[in-house]
């Protein structure tokens, strides 16, 4: 008698598993790059923005006068934005006194090794000014963030006929010297320069250059007097330590009298070398999240 036959298994579905697998496949791929990449928190902002609008009925309308759907990104998280920033970083003459930090803050752009100002004054020179234009129209006009100007001061007492009685009050002045010169002289120029677009509505001047986005904050004299301190204690210990081994004739008295010469001219110039890092202006442009 004739075996029966086996029904055959219906494999009409077996693409299925197929396709899972190859599913798995790139889901398991686009996770590894994904892991790899670099999330731009401007443009992951934006994109959350776009969802957020299309789901409470509003479509992203046409941006008006370079206003961005967030209040985000980070400066340095645009391509043609950190671009005209290194320009500026390295060029010649203004070369070693920009430096660009990240901070859960915000972005950090340090101003130094420059006379901004005047001994015991906070009119800002020509050369400051000159920087503060071309940083400038760039952090201003490229953000909508809020932007903190931190003001600093050296460890020299203010002068009898000094119209500031403190270097507390110097720092306030010449951080509030930097933001007016944004909200007044770089606004004013830049109305000039970019007159047409302004008067045909494409770039809104008073938007980027409002007052209500700069914050003048004064540090004083208070972190140089930390750092000196630190310093006068370095300076202290190796006193100590040679005076120790003088008293213990480990050296002659001719050696401990060069020693504590060196030391002092290493005190002096370490001291200038602080003084001379504390020439500067910080501006601190604020993270802003999505309310």
Do not use: C
Request: net charge negative; hydrophobic share 35%.
């Amino acid at each position: 008698m004739a075996k029966k036959k086996k029904p055959e298994k219906d494999k009409s579905g077996d693409w299925m598993t197929t396709f899972s697998d190859l599913n798995s496949l790139l889901m398991t791929f686009f996770v590894a790059l994904f892991s790899m990449a670099t999330i731009s928190p401007g443009k992951f902002q934006q994109a959350a923005m776009s969802f957020n609008n299309a789901f409470n009925g509003a479509p992203p309308g046409v941006l008006v006068g370079g206003k961005s759907m967030s209040e985000e990104p980070l400066i340095t998280s645009n391509p043609g934005i950190k671009r005209d920033l290194l320009k500026i970083v390295e060029d010649k003459n203004f070369k070693g006194k920009i430096t660009i930090e990240e901070t859960d803050r915000g972005t950090i752009v340090s101003l130094s090794d420059m006379a901004f100002f005047r001994v015991g004054s906070a009119e800002l020179t020509r050369e400051a000014k000159e920087l503060l234009y071309q940083i400038g129209i760039i952090i201003v006009e490229h953000t909508t963030n809020p932007i903190e100007i931190y003001g600093y001061t050296d460890d020299l007492q203010m002068t009898e006929n000094n119209i500031y009685p403190s270097n507390w009050h110097l720092g306030a002045a010449r951080a509030a010297s930097v933001a007016n010169f944004f909200t007044q002289e770089l606004k004013e120029r830049r109305t000039l320069e970019r007159i047409g677009e302004v008067r045909n509505g494409t770039f809104d001047i008073n938007y980027f250059y409002d007052e209500d986005r700069f914050y003048p904050i004064s540090l004083g004299e208070r972190e140089i007097l930390n750092e000196i301190e630190i310093l006068q204690n370095e300076v202290d210990s190796r006193r100590a330590i040679k005076s120790q081994e003088f008293q213990q004739g480990e050296i002659t008295a001719e050696e401990f009298a060069q020693s504590k010469e060196e030391i002092n001219n290493y005190y002096e110039r370490e001291l200038q070398n602080i003084r001379e890092s504390y020439r500067k202006i910080d501006l601190l442009i604020l993270r802003q999240r999505i309310r």
